[in-house]
């Protein structure tokens, strides 16, 4: 089962959140995957990646397939 997660004034603040905290420790990830970071912190949900620059993210759990 599968849902679609629509980007809202929250995810805002989430991804604004997430990348000033990547800024500031000099590791930068790509934009779009600020947004599903942003995403699946808002939603306190895993995100299912084998891209490992999602590691830096504060707070974000990620499992590999």
Request: hydrophobic fraction near 40%; glycine fraction near 6%; charge should be negative.
């Amino acid at each position: 089962d599968s849902e679609v997660l629509e980007v809202g004034d929250e995810t805002s603040r989430f991804y604004a959140q997430v990348r000033e905290r990547l800024r500031q420790r000099g590791r930068p990830i790509p934009e779009n995957d600020v947004w599903i970071a942003a995403l699946a912190l808002q939603h306190r949900a895993a995100l299912v990646s084998n891209d490992a620059h999602f590691d830096p993210v504060e707070g974000l759990t990620r499992h590999g397939f």
